[in-house]
């Protein structure tokens, strides 16, 4: 696949596809024919590195150093300008200061440049004339069709075809080999430093980039290129921040459509809009929800640090991904037994006990040892070195395990050792292909490469080993998200500021259900509309301004006839005039009392980065308190909502406890479904909207209160 321009040049579509994001990227990664702008003779500079390591790295292709000053660097012909370069140049590395960065781009539109790698710094990062330079630069490449890495980037680098084109100085003690790992990172030092925890784990890299500035090639686009490149298995990304939360969505979906692993971290945050936090669900949305909702979605492993994420990725391109989670633990030690099977229930892993045959051949091995699972095969093994792989034979055949957990102490650490039990180790491999081998010991870099080619992931803590298998197991019960559906913007919403009544009306317009209710601005007609209702009957006070009345003492509940109707709307009103005199007060909303069921919550929210999310949890004024919610990109499709009210920590009240019935668990996910398609189809005129409680019942479902929240400026 040779290095084409995009048609439309990068950055023309507003939602571009995974493959428009990835137009042009060939010539990042596999680019062959390399100038370096800024060239430097002295190897160890920013300039001279990458033409060392390209040297080095053995690519194949035209290392072409571009220096006035110079004749030769390096060894190689050296040039005063890119002008002068003779013949194809599809990538160009900048490497000269600021200043000069304009010249040298202007330089590469006039040579057919590819694809720019800008190294400089001095730009975004920096203030804001920097940042205006740079988006000339980027405007610049634009319209010219060339795709920019940066500025401010660390580099590229894909071992396999020798190309380094890199300043860091973790590749000379880590030199890069080949690998099904691929690192894309916006932070050059944390991409090289996972870079260099990998080859800590065995692991070589399939590529590694860092994006810099991301003017143009973001980690999306990364993302999107690497999800259809045959050397990559496994994806690691670090992201500190999105401007275009789409365009990781898509990315990140269509990494799961091509059966590739993705594992992230992610820090920073990034701010939800002001007026959404009149609602619980902007306040619980927070500053993250968005990015967790987007990987949950994509089936994308979070970390909760490198060290866990470089675990994780390695076990991933080491063997296959769990159908399960049944372990099998052997150890040499007692105490390390009970520290896994400790390790294993704050993980949600099952250590189901071996049979009682396959307990009774390992007795008749060695009478003393523990059989159950975890097996404790004890110091014996020392002098007997096949009982190890003798019980590991036995506990695989009876055992139907996902996932076989070897605690082997300082066994990686005795090269005799290690050498007498690598072939049973392969066989029991290839005898098992569909089980995923995690070794627990220490052991040298060099012995975890060759564990790691052979199918073998090494994690030298206990614990952190259980944490992978449960990583890798939660990867196996993903299954890639369909597209979701394409829902035509909605016709505006009513003028002028939403009330209760208002809200109610444009969510059941949108096939939301409510309990019926009628307006009152007189005591009388409250009077006439609780008669109406029939009795007990809840009021609530009408004002656009008040989120949430009961704070301010705009709720009565179980009003028992006319007169105390009327009597409860002169006292309610004053009460919240004297509490919220500020408020605009436009009457009562009167409806029903309904009993039984489960007070639920539903809302959405817009997140500036990936727009609308929606929520769901255990409703009423205790939402906030409890924090039991989950949230999802909108739109929902039926099996996304039942997957969100299952993924809450008090699910099983909706599935009915202490004799109380369950949940019409399909209407209130039809409700949620519209909720979300309400969203989507309001993102430009709506903030957030709540329906709290939603009151989910034996048989259907209905809303009780509502709010709307205009999108402001």
Same mark, same amino acid.
């Given at each position: ?81 890119l002008d002068a370069v003779p013949g194809i ?391 890639a998200p369909t597209e979701p559906a394409d ?22 317009? @949108?096939?939301?259900?409510? $309990?019926?209710? !009628?307006? =009152?601005?007189?005591? #009388?007609?409250? /009077? &006439? *509309?609780?008669? %109406? +209702? ?117 699910? @099983?009240?909706?599935?009915? $406890?202490?004799? !109380?019935? =369950?949940?019409?668990? #399909?209407?209130? /996910? &039809? *409700?949620?479904? %519209? +909720? ?38």
């Amino acid at each position: 696949m040779g290095c084409m321009r995009s048609p439309e040049g990068p950055g023309r579509s507003a939602q571009p596809t995974p493959a428009e994001m990835a137009a042009g990227l060939e010539c990042i990664f596999r680019p062959q024919h390399v100038a370096i702008i800024g060239a430097s003779s002295d190897p160890t500079k920013i300039g001279g590195r990458p033409v060392d390591y390209l040297k080095r790295g053995g690519f194949r292709g035209r290392i072409l150093p571009v220096n006035p000053n110079q004749t030769e660097v390096q060894g190689l012909p050296a040039y005063a300008s890119l002008d002068a370069v003779p013949g194809i140049v599809d990538q160009a590395v900048i490497a000269v200061p600021a200043a000069m960065v304009p010249g040298a781009i202007e330089a590469c539109v006039r040579k057919g440049v590819r694809a720019v790698i800008a190294f400089s710094a001095g730009f975004g990062e920096v203030n804001e004339a920097g940042r205006t330079m740079q988006e000339a630069a980027a405007a610049r490449c634009r319209e010219a069709g060339v795709r920019m890495l940066g500025p401010n980037a660390l580099g590229v680098m894909n071992p396999a075809d020798g190309v380094l084109v890199t300043f860091s100085s973790s590749v000379g003690p880590h030199w890069p080999r080949p690998g099904r790992v691929a690192v894309a990172s916006q932070s050059g030092a944390v991409g090289t430093y996972c870079y260099t925890l990998l080859a800590d784990r065995g692991s070589g890299i399939s590529h590694l980039v860092t994006t810099g500035n991301e003017a143009d090639i973001d980690v999306a686009a990364c993302i999107a290129w690497l999800a259809d490149d045959p050397a990559t298995a496994v994806i690691l990304a670090y992201l500190e921040g999105c401007r275009d939360g789409r365009r990781l969505r898509a990315a990140l979906r269509h990494a799961a459509a091509r059966g590739k692993r993705v594992v992230a971290m992610k820090v920073g945050v990034s701010e939800i809009g002001g007026a959404a936090t009149v609602s619980h669900t902007g306040t619980l949305a927070g500053s993250d929800a968005g990015y967790q909702a987007a990987f949950e979605e994509a089936g994308v492993w979070r970390a909760a640090s490198l060290s866990e994420a470089a675990d994780v990725a390695v076990a991933a391109a080491a063997g296959p991904v769990p159908r399960g989670r049944r372990v099998g633990v052997i150890t040499v030690s007692g105490g390390a037994g009970a520290f896994l099977a400790d390790a294993a229930a704050t993980e949600g892993m099952e250590l189901p006990p071996l049979p009682e045959e396959a307990q009774a051949a390992i007795r008749a091995l060695v009478p003393f040892a523990g059989p159950r699972n975890p097996v404790d095969s004890t110091a014996q093994i020392a002098n007997d070195r096949t009982l190890l792989s003798r019980m590991l034979r036995i506990m695989l055949k009876a055992g139907r395990f996902d996932v076989l957990i070897a605690f082997l102490g300082f066994t990686g650490e005795h090269p005799a050792r290690i050498a007498e039990l690598m072939p049973e180790l392969e066989a029991l491999r290839a005898a098992h292909p569909r089980t995923l081998f995690v070794l627990s010991m220490r052991c040298s870099r060099a012995l975890r490469a060759e564990l790691l080619d052979k199918g073998f992931a090494t994690v030298e803590e206990p614990a952190d080993a259980m944490r992978v298998a449960s990583a890798l197991a939660w990867l196996g019960e993903r299954t890639a998200p369909t597209e979701p559906a394409d829902i035509p913007a909605g016709a505006p919403l009513p003028p002028g500021d939403l009330d209760e009544a208002g809200a109610r009306r444009v969510l059941a317009e @949108a096939g939301i259900p409510f $309990v019926p209710a !009628r307006v =009152a601005r007189t005591a #009388d007609e409250a /009077a &006439d *509309a609780a008669a %109406a +209702l029939g009795f007990p009957a809840a009021m609530k006070v009408l004002s656009p301004d008040i989120a949430h009345k009961s704070d301010v003492g705009g709720v009565r509940l179980g009003v028992r006839d006319a007169a105390e109707a009327a009597a409860a709307y002169r006292t309610m009103l004053a009460e919240v005039r004297a509490k919220a005199p500020a408020a605009r007060v436009t009457g009562a909303l009167l409806s029903p009392m309904v009993a039984g069921g489960v007070e639920t919550v539903l809302g959405v929210v817009r997140d500036p980065v990936f727009g609308p999310l929606v929520m769901f949890g255990l409703g009423g004024v205790f939402v906030e308190a409890f924090r039991d919610v989950a949230f999802r990109l909108a739109p929902v499709d039926r099996a996304g909502a039942v997957s969100m009210l299952r993924s809450i920590k008090g699910s @099983a009240l909706l599935r009915g $406890v202490r004799g !109380r019935p =369950a949940v019409d668990e #399909d209407a209130l /996910a &039809d *409700a949620l479904v %519209a +909720l979300s398609r309400f969203a989507v189809a309001q993102e430009n005129g709506v903030d957030s909207a709540e329906i709290n409680p939603f009151l989910a019942l034996p048989r259907g479902g209905m809303g009780v209160d509502a709010v709307v929240v205009r999108r402001t400026a």
